[in-house]
DNA sequence: TTGCGATTGTTAATCATTCTCAATATAAGG
DNA sequence: CCTTATATTGAGAATGATTAACAATCGCAA
């Protein structure tokens, strides 16, 4: 069994839920590929496999997969939200072409030991860093300007 | 004559749009105070000093405030986006408490030469940058512990 | 003053997300 | 195996923020 199934079926059991068919599919499907998705490129990724399931159930199962560190959201596309699988991927921040959409991942400790001074700063205990770029891309700008 | 307001007005000129007075009222109520609103917050205030505005008038103003760097988007509260007033500010970022909401602004050149080099090695010509950390502001730690 | 495009408020439409509800599935106990 | 109490699902209705349509005004330039 996938490492990820496990810790997300102990998190369902501590809480009295049921790994269901269902829900396996989603979180199968949402393993199978690196990279950002929202709801309804997954339920037409599932479909697309020959699934029946309803995306009532996917957004119902969001909020599970992100309370139990499966996923996490990524960035927002066209102001609605898209999401990332989190299981077993240290964190990472998002440069976001605003021409093409195409989004480069980058690590950068240095930032976050800066973050946490200054969170101890204001007192605040932080759980969550997020830090977009928006900018142009070395392609689009050679678009625009050729 | 205030000097965003001369600004919006040039801004409205070149773009052959005029300066009416609904929008130097929301102009104004935009300035009239330092913090993060919505697009409902600013029309209810609108409202409570006796305008008539309507709603809509002002979801339209939002993107020319925007472009015309009046406001600038600043954190999403409850999914849906908040602005705040840029005219006459330097950028900053926000530590946001998950529990009580409370948002702490600070600056901090040195991340942004580090995004900056990073921007660099990827090709990127960044133009905004979005720092979002979210954590537990002390009042809120204490409170929990307590 | 006239003419024309811009602006506004009202109202209807959109569209992602959430809710309702009746039908099934699941797990535990007998 | 049955039984029963919950949890889960899919379908479709409801919601709620945002946009769009439109007819009535407005503002500016000739
Ligand atoms: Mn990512
Ligand atoms: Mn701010
Ligand atoms: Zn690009
Ligand atoms: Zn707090």
Redesign the pocket.
Known sequence: MKEWEEQFRAF?RG?????????RA?LEEIFAEHGHF???TLHDRLRSRG?????????????LLTESGMIRPATLR????TYEHLFGHRPHHHLTCVRCGKVVEFRQEEIEKILDKICGRHGFSPFDYRLGVRGVCAACRKEETG
């Open positions: 369902l809480r009295g839920l049921t790994f269901t068919p269902e829900r989603v929202d709801v309804e699934s029946r399931i309803s995306i009532a159930t996917i957004y119902r199962l969001i909020p066209d102001g609605h939200p």
